[in-house]
C-alpha cells in the first residue's frame, strides 16, 4: 500500500470516529481541519457556520469541493473488518468528503486556478452550511461529495418541501367535534393522495413521482387540543416546486389548519454533456470501469448551490443504500478507487477549462 494510501485511510478512520451529528459537528470539523495541511491544503480553517474550508491555489478561477461532514443519528460503531470500515457517515458522507480532501490536496494545479474544499454542516437538516457559503463564491466548476458507487456519477435529485401543518381549539366533545387531530391528519391524506401519481412502479418508487413521508406527528387532548405534522415531500425535476407549494397551500386552506413551509429546495438536473459530467466520465474509463449515470431520489447540497449554474456533478465512493442504516459501511479498495477517479476528473476539468 502506498504511503499516500495509507494516510487516506488513516484520515477517514478518524473522521469516523468522531460523531458529528447535524448540529454538533464541531469536533469533527476541527479534527479535519487540523489534518488537512498534511495533504496539501495550503490554507484550512472553521469558518462562522461550522464549515471546514481549505484552499489551495490563489487564481481568480475557483473549483469547489462539496462534501457534508454531519451525519445522522445512530450507526454502527467504528471498526474495521474485512477490509471495509464501518461507522456512521462512512458512507453518507464522510467517505467522500475524505476522497475529495485526499484527491484535491494532491491532484496537479494549474495557474490561475484555485481548489476550495468545504465540509459543510447541516445537510442532513436543512444545508444550513451550504447556504452560508452560496454567496461568498462564484466557481467555474463543483463536484458534490455523495455517495455513488466507483462508477456513478449523479446528475439529478429531486426537491424537496417540508411543510408544518397544525391546528387547535379550546377543547370539545370529540362527539360532535372530531378536532384538530383529526383535522390535520385529513389534511396530510388529502396531500399524499392528491400528489402521489396514480399509477407506481411496483418494483420501487419512481424517482420520477412526487412522493410524501410523514416525519413528525404530534397530538394532545390536554387544556386545548392541539395536532402537528411535519410532511417531506419530494419533487423530481419534471415538476414545478412552486406548482406542488400551491397545491399544498390549497389543501391547507380547504380543510383550515395552519401551515408553514419549514424548508424548500429546488429540483436540479444537469447535462449528461456537462463539462464535469464528462470529465467524470473520461476518469472513470481512465481508472478501467464503465461510467452511469444516475438520478437521486433524495435532496442534497446539488440542490442549495444549484444557484451557482457552474458545470456540477456528484461523485464519491460508497454505497447509497447503506447511508442511514444500522450496517453503514465502506469498502477502502473502493475508497482508494475513487481518490483516484477524482484525481484524475479534477485534472480532466481543468485541462478543458
Known amino acids: 500500500m502506498h504511503e499516500l494510501e495509507k494516510k487516506a485511510i488513516e484520515l477517514l478512520a478518524a473522521i469516523v470516529k468522531i460523531s458529528s451529528i447535524s448540529g454538533h459537528e464541531k469536533d469533527a470539523s476541527n479534527a479535519l481541519s487540523a489534518s488537512l495541511p498534511a495533504f496539501g491544503w495550503e490554507k484550512s480553517y472553521v469558518d462562522e457556520m461550522g464549515n471546514v474550508v481549505a484552499h489551495r491555489g490563489e487564481g481568480e478561477k475557483e473549483l ?43 491532484c496537479t494545479l494549474p495557474e490561475g486556478w484555485t481548489i476550495t ?16 457559503r452560496l454567496n461568498l463564491h462564484s466557481p467555474q466548476g463543483c463536484i458534490i461529495g455523495e455517495p455513488t ?40 391524506a388529502k396531500i399524499i393522495e392528491t400528489l402521489s401519481p ?6 420501487r418508487e419512481s424517482i420520477a413521482n412526487i412522493s410524501s413521508s410523514v416525519t413528525y406527528m404530534k397530538g394532545e387532548e390536554s387544556h386545548g387540543r392541539t395536532a402537528e405534522v411535519l410532511l417531506d415531500v419530494r419533487v423530481p425535476p419534471c415538476k414545478l416546486l412552486d406548482d406542488v407549494a400551491r397545491q399544498i397551500e390549497s389543501i391547507c386552506s380547504y380543510f383550515d389548519v395552519d401551515f408553514s413551509f419549514v424548508d424548500m429546495a429546488r429540483p436540479h438536473q444537469v447535462d449528461k454533456n456537462d463539462p464535469m459530467v464528462v470529465a467524470l466520465r473520461r476518469a472513470i474509463r481512465i481508472n478501467g470501469y464503465k461510467p452511469r449515470l444516475l438520478a437521486k431520489s433524495g435532496t442534497s447540497d446539488f440542490n442549495t448551490v444549484a444557484p451557482w449554474g457552474c458545470p456540477m456533478a456528484v461523485y464519491g465512493p460508497g454505497d447509497s443504500l447503506l447511508e442511514h442504516t444500522e450496517g453503514e459501511k465502506i469498502d477502502l479498495k473502493e475508497y482508494i478507487t475513487a481518490i483516484n477517479i477524482l484525481k484524475d476528473g479534477i485534472h480532466s476539468f481543468l485541462e478543458m477549462k
Open 198 to 203: 396514480k399509477t407506481q412502479n411496483q418494483d
Open 64 to 106: 469547489i469541493l462539496l462534501g457534508h461532514i454531519d451525519t445522522v443519528p445512530g450507526g454502527p460503531p467504528f471498526s474495521m473488518s474485512e477490509g471495509c470500515l464501518i461507522g456512521r457517515g462512512a458512507v453518507d458522507a464522510k467517505g467522500p468528503l475524505c476522497a475529495m480532501a485526499v484527491a484535491g490536496g494532491s
Open 117 to 132: 474544499l468545504i465540509g459543510a454542516t447541516g445537510e442532513e437538516e436543512d444545508s444550513r452550511g451550504a447556504k452560508f
Open 149 to 188: 458507487g466507483t462508477c456513478g456519477i449523479a446528475t439529478s435529485y429531486r426537491g424537496r418541501i417540508l411543510t408544518r401543518i397544525c391546528s387547535r381549539d379550546e377543547g370539545a366533545h370529540r362527539s360532535w367535534s372530531s378536532g384538530p387531530m383529526t383535522k390535520v391528519i385529513l389534511t396530510v
